[in-house]
């Protein structure tokens, strides 16, 4: 089994550019979610999915979209990217919800120039 | 608002010796609290669950408290090794939200 797998690992974007970073899972997880994570803060739910053509708002959505057409990808968009959305990106799922453990990728590293 | 506080100061031990970790909060009523362990450059992996009617967890040399009443929760690893060396991350769930602490790194010196 993959995982939890994110595509890419590094990325540096102009102010502006919109682009897409991958989450897929292989193990029939229904929940998904996006968090970043910023030196000396705790990572922050951006979007989660409590299955397929489910999502919802967690506690920074604003400048990223999401969708979730089947049950292993969850993709996060960042619409005109902003140098405030500089940060390291980690897609974690698990099987139903957060009453029980959650698994993470190794994340994406985003620089927005 | 919400709060997660984990001990602000980094944490140096003598191998062999218990770490205790500290996870307060404020403004949350959480019905389960995590933590997981995060290495530099990788995603957190998680380490142990403790729901709100459970006072204490363990799981091999590691030890967790939730009192709901101090609304803290403590981590313990007990006869460190340097392999222990990693950051800490506490997390309290509700409502299918998973909210964060800033974690504690811990350094086990051999």
């Known amino acids: 089994n993959a995982g939890v797998t994110q595509t890419p690992k590094f990325q540096v974007l102009k102010t502006g550019q919109s682009m897409t970073l991958q989450c897929a899972q292989d193990?029939?997880?229904?929940?998904m979610s996006w968090y970043r994570q910023d030196p000396g803060m705790g990572l922050r739910l951006i979007h989660y999915s409590v299955g397929a053509g489910i999502t919802d708002q967690g506690e920074v959505p604003n400048g990223y979209n999401v969708s979730r057409s089947t049950t292993e990808d969850f993709p996060l968009r960042l619409l005109s990217a902003a140098p405030s959305q500089t940060s390291v990106y980690f897609c974690a799922s698990s099987y139903r919800g957060v009453d029980e453990k959650l698994f993470f990728g190794s994340g994406t590293q985003l620089s927005v120039l | 608002s919400q709060k997660i506080e984990q001990n602000s100061e980094a944490l140096n031990i003598q191998e062999g010796k218990t770490a205790t970790l500290t996870c307060n909060y404020t403004n949350y009523s959480p019905a389960y609290l995590q933590w997981y362990r995060q290495d530099p450059g990788r995603g957190p992996v998680f380490l142990l669950l403790?729901?709100?009617?459970?006072k204490e967890k363990r799981k091999e040399r590691l030890k967790v408290t939730f009192d709901t009443t101090l609304k803290q929760s403590l981590f313990h690893i007990t006869a460190s090794q340097p392999a222990d060396s990693a950051t800490y991350l506490c997390?309290?769930?509700?409502?299918?939200?998973?909210?964060f602490g800033a974690g504690t790194t811990v350094t086990v010196r051999a």
């Open positions: 997390a309290l769930g509700g409502d299918y939200k998973l909210s």
């Open positions: 193990m029939n997880h229904e929940y």
């Open positions: 403790i729901r709100e009617n459970e």
